[in-house]
C-alpha cells in the first residue's frame, strides 16, 4: 500500500483493511460550488478509487471568495466548474481517477451517471434535485450525504436507506431550509460551507469503510456566527406511516417524462434552459454565427455571448444558462433569438 495513505491507516477507525475497502469505492459528487470544492478535495486525498463530478456551472468572480478549488485562470480560461475541478484533483492525487461531468442532473440522466455509485454526496444548491436524488437513493439503496449551507449557517444528514430516515421524511417535520433566501440575497461566509464539507467528508469515510454504528445519525444544525450547534436525532424525526418514498416506494421526481424545461438558479439571477430533444451544437460553427451579434468568448466546453445587460453561456447539449435576468419568457426569448429552439 502506498506510502501515502500512512496516517490514515494508522488511524484506528480506517486501518488497512478499512483503506483497502475504501480503495475499491466511487463516490459521485453532485455540484461542485462551496461545498463540492471541499468535500472533493478531501476524498481524492482520502485514496478512493473514483470520484464523479457533476456540475451544470462554469465558474465566475463571486466564486473565488468560496470554493476552494478555482481561480482566476480558470476564469479567464472559461472553465466549467466540473473540468476545472477535475484538473486540479487529478493533478493532486494520479492514483485515483477523477471524472467530470458538465451536465444537469436530472431525470432522463441519472440512472446513467449515478449507476456505479457507492455513495453520492451533496453538493447542490437546490431542493428538486436534492428530491431527485433521494428519489433515486431510495429506490436502489444507495447512501447518500446530504448538505447544504446560507450565511452562517449549516445543515447536514446522512441518508443510508432502510438504516436511516429519508429526505422526505426529515422534510415533513424540518421547514425547507434556504426557502426564505439563497447565497445572492443572504450571501454566505466560507468556513461554513468548508465546515459543513469537512462533515460530509467524514462520515463518507465511515459509509465508504462500512462503519455504520460510527455514522453520525439525524440532522446537524451549525451556525458559526451565533456559536449554535444543535442535533435533531433520527429517532426524533418521526418516520411518517406515509412517507412517499422510503415507505410508499412511489418515486414521482424520477417519474417525471420530461425534466423541466426550465430552472431559476439560486444565487444566479440566471435561468437555465434545457433543449427536450438534447441535441448537439457544433459549437465552432455556432460561435462563427453568434461573433456578428454581440462579444463572444469560447472554447470546447462552452461558448458566452454578452447582450446588452445579458450574458448566454451555452453548452454542447444545447443547455444555456441566461444570466442577467430571473424571467423565464426573457430568457426563452433570447434563447429563441440567438441559438434557436
Ligand atoms: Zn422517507
Redesign the pocket.
Given at each position: 500500500m502506498s506510502e501515502r495513505y500512512a496516517r490514515q491507516v494508522l488511524f484506528y477507525g480506517i486501518g488497512k483493511e478499512g483503506q483497502k475497502t475504501l480503495m475499491e469505492k466511487t463516490v459521485v459528487l453532485i455540484g461542485c460550488g462551496a461545498l463540492g470544492c471541499t468535500s472533493a478535495n478531501l476524498l481524492v486525498r482520502s485514496g478512493i478509487k473514483c470520484l464523479k463530478i457533476i456540475d451544470r456551472d462554469y465558474i465566475e468572480e463571486s466564486n473565488l471568495q468560496r470554493q476552494s478549488l478555482f481561480d482566476e485562470e480558470d476564469i479567464k480560461q472559461n472553465l466549467p466548474k466540473a473540468v476545472a475541478a477535475q484538473k486540479k484533483l487529478q493533478k493532486t492525487n494520479s492514483l485515483i481517477r477523477v471524472e467530470s461531468f458538465v451536465a444537469d442532473l436530472n431525470p432522463s440522466n441519472i440512472e446513467t451517471l449515478l449507476q456505479d455509485a457507492h455513495l453520492i454526496v451533496d453538493g447542490t444548491d437546490n431542493f428538486e434535485t436534492r428530491f431527485l436524488i433521494?428519489d433515486y437513493c431510495?429506490k436502489n439503496s444507495t447512501p447518500w450525504i446530504y448538505g447544504a449551507c446560507i450565511g452562517s449557517t449549516g445543515l447536514t444528514m446522512n441518508i443510508i436507506p432502510s438504516k436511516t430516515?429519508?429526505?422526505?421524511?426529515?422534510l415533513e417535520h424540518v421547514p425547507p431550509f434556504g426557502t426564505t433566501g439563497t447565497c445572492d440575497t443572504e450571501g454566505i461566509i466560507a468556513p461554513i460551507a468548508s465546515l459543513i464539507a469537512s462533515i460530509q467528508a467524514a462520515e463518507a469515510l465511515k459509509i465508504l469503510t462500512n462503519k455504520y454504528d460510527d455514522v453520525s445519525k439525524g440532522l446537524l444544525k451549525i451556525d458559526l456566527w451565533r456559536n449554535e450547534i444543535k442535533r435533531m436525532f433520527a429517532e426524533d424525526i418521526i418516520?411518517?406511516a406515509d412517507?412517499?418514498?422510503?415507505?410508499q416506494h412511489h418515486y414521482e421526481f424520477l417519474k417525471k417524462d420530461v425534466c423541466s424545461m426550465t430552472t431559476t438558479l439560486c444565487g444566479r439571477n440566471a435561468i437555465q434552459l434545457l433543449p427536450l430533444n438534447g441535441s448537439k451544437l457544433d459549437l465552432t460553427k455556432l460561435a462563427t454565427r453568434l461573433e456578428k451579434v454581440g462579444k463572444i468568448s469560447y472554447n470546447s466546453f462552452l461558448i458566452r455571448l454578452k447582450i446588452d445587460k445579458y450574458e448566454l453561456a451555452v453548452f454542447p447539449d444545447g443547455r444555456s444558462i441566461i444570466s442577467g435576468t430571473n424571467d423565464v419568457a426573457t430568457a426563452k426569448g433570447l434563447y429563441a433569438k440567438y441559438i434557436g429552439m
Open positions: 433521494n431510495v430516515p429519508c429526505f422526505r421524511c426529515m418516520d411518517i412517507c412517499l418514498a422510503c415507505r
